[in-house]
């Protein structure tokens, strides 16, 4: 190729890992400030790009890779890309990756939530926190539920759902789990699991965990149908996306007593994938602070892990450039069109 260096542009400021990696061979072009771009603007600024590394509020539709013709490479920041077309992109020859991060930080914020909402202590610290509080008394105000030696169901068990079940050892639980594309009957002993059908999953457990990925088909699985399958004094917890749950229908069973408490670090107003999302999370689910649990979407809130996601990224870009098949990759390209990044 001819003396030009490969384009890469970021949709958000580039984080230093991967300027470290990138700037030696590439032209980086990156936003002046932080804040959601229109679609105009984003073809715009990557229309000459090879590679878009992009996060998980940008979605990467059709007419945004046609407008790019030089594109080589869709690298997301994260694990999930339902947010991008990714159709669309094989047909152009255009690879799209993810960086795999590890788990173990959103499998430890798992039990940290059910852990939360089982003993009830985002509302005993509102209330110490209140100076209502002057010492032990019987019967306590903020009766919980006992964990260890219940029931744990996990739906969807990929490394996230084994994570959460390798802890749930430590608290000599019962495992149940579904899962709707693998089993695989070694997990069973090495983890003492028994694969059961979903509904049996969720009428058998005392906490229910979601760890799949969102699929059109996962959207909304647990539901009023579902919900109504559950014990009144089971817990849903999720770490995984906040589309997979109806909010509404989780307020409602809450309200009414046939759902003990919800916890949840993700939330249906983040799929941006599905226009008819809500703009915020479900008022009703705010206001029942004393059944349900909440963080602002922290599985991989931890510095050295958000910077190996950007490194992955990166390094999923230089494998394209220079004409190999990223570790990241999620579609096939055939065949590659190499660009050395050099």
């Given at each position: ?38 679609k105009k603007e984003l073809i715009h600024g990557a229309r000459a790009s ?293």
């Amino acid at each position: 190729m001819s003396g030009r260096k490969p384009v890469v542009y970021y949709t958000r400021k580039a984080p230093d890992p991967a300027k470290d990696l990138l700037a030696p061979f590439c032209e980086l072009i990156e936003p002046d400030e932080h804040r959601e771009f229109s679609k105009k603007e984003l073809i715009h600024g990557a229309r000459a790009s090879d590679a878009l590394c992009c996060f998980v509020t940008d979605i990467i539709d059709e007419e945004i890779i046609e407008s790019c013709p030089e594109l080589k490479i869709i690298s997301l920041a994260g694990r999930g890309f339902d947010n991008i077309d990714v159709h669309a992109a094989t047909t152009r020859n255009v690879w799209v990756t993810n960086a795999v991060e590890s788990v173990e930080p959103t499998a430890d914020l798992t039990w940290a939530l059910l852990l939360g909402i089982a003993r009830r202590v985002n509302s005993a610290d509102s209330f110490v926190r209140s100076g209502r509080f002057s010492g032990w008394v019987h019967p306590s105000p903020f009766y919980g539920s006992l964990v260890t030696g219940r029931t744990l169901g996990i739906i969807g068990m990929g490394q996230l759902g084994i994570a959460i079940a390798r802890r749930a050892r430590g608290f000599d639980m019962t495992v149940l789990y579904y899962d709707s594309y693998r089993y695989d009957g070694t997990l069973d002993v090495k983890y003492n699991m028994t694969a059961l059908p979903r509904d049996e999953v969720l009428k058998r457990s005392d906490f229910v965990c979601l760890a799949s990925p969102l699929t059109e088909q996962t959207f909304h699985q647990i539901s009023r149908r579902e919900l109504s399958l559950m014990k009144p004094t089971a817990y849903l917890v999720n770490p995984s996306r906040g589309s997979e749950v109806d909010e509404q229908a989780v307020a409602e069973a809450l309200a009414s007593g046939r759902l003990a408490g919800y916890a949840a670090d993700v939330y249906e107003m983040e799929d941006l994938r599905f226009p008819q999302r809500p703009a915020y999370i479900d008022q009703d689910l705010i206001r029942l602070s004393d059944r349900t649990i909440f963080t602002p979407h922290l599985g991989t809130a931890i510095p050295e892990v958000r910077r190996e996601i950007m490194k992955t990224q990166a390094l999923n870009v230089l494998q394209a450039l220079r004409g190999e098949k990223p570790a990241g990759a999620i579609n096939r390209v055939h065949p590659p069109r190499p660009l050395a990044a050099e």
